[in-house]
């Protein structure tokens, strides 16, 4: 009997080579998995599967992992308001963990020796991928094709071709990566640093002009109305506001990062609920949240993205993170105002019963209501003291002239 290999597969370029190549060149019964993380239709998971049997795997399974991605993941996300260099929401990567961890799962449901993925050697997902494999399933063998041969995406299409594969193959000139907190697209384009993707590449186009109000409402920091409709489920929430944003093809960008090898590394992607989401929220948390809240909370929130990134959401400190940006959001309730665009939106402002910007004590730039001038010129005056101190001690070395500029 042929021994047992479990493909991470999603139907793309790389996995549909690693069918061929470890059915052929390592005789290995090959048993593929797609672990949904929200991206797919039934339809979409469908043709996945067929594709899938064509290519002659031993055994399809549809892993889904929407629910667990986003207990454990994307609601952190939004409460740390996490984008990567500012620009880039995790689509990837903090999907692949849990692809990963149900990708085990399956492998020791049917006794698997091998697990395969298609990453290849210059990414992050090959250390996503591996160091949870190794951390969760050291016994099971790893095997990345891609990595291994040093293939271009070109090489992959012959090698398929001269096997009989027929695919569109122009589509497939694009590496998309497809889940419910975004869409990445790799391409010839991002290999380079002074061009960008064409329009055709992105998975969703423009469809609306003009522009129109969303009203996104948040109950301690998760989603609960899209436009005033409730949603027991944030799942779907998440779904209802990406095609709504999706239509004016909103959230695309090019991000620019580091490589948790160490090179510098681009990727297009469009992702119209995460952005739409994380910048509402962010804006409800500046209204509902204390200075010194909004200052550490930034700080944990960027060590979680960047755990996260960097392959270590098994790290425990992880989930003491996650026990912080849960407390945060206690009082993060309310409604936020949106107004979509062509590719762009725009966060009018947010109502709430939690709003800090009360006028009880004064209205800003306008009428103090809680405290008198005098005490303002004794604030200021004890304010000031250490500087004074400094600058009596150390004469001359607060000023500055014309030298230092």
Known sequence: MKEKVVLAYSGGLDTSFCVKYLAEEKNLEIYSAIANTGGFSESELNDIETKAYELGVAKHATLDVTKR????????????????NNTY?????????FQALAIV???????????????????????RFDLTFQVLAPDIKVIAPIRDLKLSREEEINYLKERGVVRDWTKMEYSINKGLWGTSVGGKETLTSNQTLPEEAYPSQLEKEGEETMELGFVKGELATVNNEVYDDPIEAIKKIESLGAAYAIGRDMH??????????????????????INAHRVLEKHVLTKWQMHW?????????????????LEPVMRDIEKFLESSQNNVTGKVIIKLKPYRFE???????????????G????MNKAWTAQDVEGFTTIMATPMKIF??????QLELNDSDD
């Open 347 to 361: 966060v009018v402002g947010i109502e709430s019963d939690h709003d800090l910007m009360s006028n009880v004590f």
């Open 363 to 366: 209205e800003y730039g306008e």
């Open 256 to 277: 620019v990062g580091d490589t948790i090898i160490g090179i510098k590394g681009r990727v297009g992607f469009e992702a119209a609920a995460p952005l739409l989401i």
């Open 69 to 84: 991605y986003y207990r454990r993941c994307i609601r952190y996300m939004i409460y740390g308001n996490v984008l990567k």
């Open 89 to 97: 929401p995790l689509s990837v990567s903090s999907e692949r963990i």
């Open 105 to 127: 799962d399956y492998a020791r449901s049917i006794g698997a020796k091998y697990i395969a993925h298609g990453s290849t050697g210059a990414g992050n997902d090959q250390i």
């Open 297 to 313: 909370k930034e700080q944990l929130a960027n060590w979680y993205g960047m755990f996260l990134h960097e392959s270590q959401y």
């Open 391 to 396: 600058n009596a001690v150390n004469k001359g």
